[in-house]
Nanobody, 123 residues
Framework: QVQLVESGGGLAQAGASLRLSCVAS????????MGWFRQALGKGREFVAAVGWMGENMYYADSVKGRFTITKDNAKNTVYLQMNSLRPEDTAVYYC????????????????WGQGTQVTVSS
């Protein structure tokens, strides 16, 4: 069992930056690949970014490539999402998720999910 707790969301102006954190707890939590997903009001959940369990093999959605960076610190059991050049369309609830998959992390089945953190970007 893995528990995930996100933090770092909030209100930001367009062009600003935010950093989301997700702390994982559980006996083998460091062995999981991690992903970030988001869900805007009235829309389905979409993939944002993912990183392999060793902190390698990063994947990004086209809409965030070049603006967002995902990193994983296994010593702290934490995954980060650095979000730069924020846009109003980035407004959503952001969820952290964990999977034992090693590859194809955009479409992998994620077994554990956090509660989400709200990000709101004003124009």
């Amino acid at each position: 069992q893995v528990q995930l707790v996100e933090s770092g969301g909030g209100l930001a102006q367009a062009g600003a930056s935010l950093r989301l954190s997700c702390v994982a707890s559980g006996r083998t939590s460091s062995r999981y690949s991690m992903g970030w997903f988001r869900q805007a009001l009235g829309k389905g959940r979409e993939f944002v970014a993912a990183v392999g369990w060793m902190g390698e093999n990063m994947y990004y959605a086209d809409s965030v490539k070049g603006r967002f960076t995902i990193t994983k610190d296994n010593a702290k059991n934490t995954v980060y999402l650095q979000m730069n050049s924020l846009r109003p369309e980035d407004t959503a609830v952001y969820y952290c998720a964990a999977t034992l998959e090693r590859l194809r992390l955009r479409t992998a089945k994620y077994d554990y999910w956090g509660q989400g953190t709200q990000v709101t970007v004003s124009s």
